[in-house]
């Protein structure tokens, strides 16, 4: 091999890694955005799952109200309102804001439920609240994951040189899952 060729060699092996090396860069921290967007819609799904399951739960937790609480229409109307509203909802956005209402309409119906001893004592009630207890604990649990995802996610996104990679193939911002400025205060139970 002569001496022309040995360097035509190492020319073409260093453009070579200098080809490879960013492109496989870019692959890499690609293919980690899209595994963390996943996790983020995963971690969505879970929350879906969990809010279904007290969408499902609040007719008969209302219809039961409704026996002993005949006069108190306009909270078990706004409980009803707040539930279409998550039905009707078609983004992530739209979908938090609509259970942030109905996680207060529901507070507001528990105020209601405290003035009523004997409704508290029946035990279809009972079961009903721990049932929807235990679902806005669920809740809660799969709030917090999606927002480490999201977490995660974001700080990735930002982070340089993913930024320029992000910005490049149109990855955009996930949202948190928050709890409005009315629900972080507790409610008062007057009797």
Known sequence: MTQGQKTAIIVVGVVLLVVLIPLLSLKATYNRLVGMD????AAWAQVENQLQRRYDLIPNYVE???GYAKHEKEVLLKVTEARSRVAGAGTISEKIAANNALS???ARLLVVVERYPELKANTNFIRLQD???GTENRIAV?????NEAVRAY???LRSFPTNLIAGMFGFEKAS???VPKERQEVPKVKF
């Open 38 to 41: 996943e996790a983020v819609k």
């Open 64 to 66: 039961t109200v409704k």
């Open 104 to 106: 207060s309409a529901l």
């Open 131 to 133: 049932e929807l207890a």
């Open 142 to 146: 799969e709030r917090r994951r999606f």
């Open 154 to 156: 974001n700080t990735k």
């Open 176 to 178: 948190f899952f928050q």
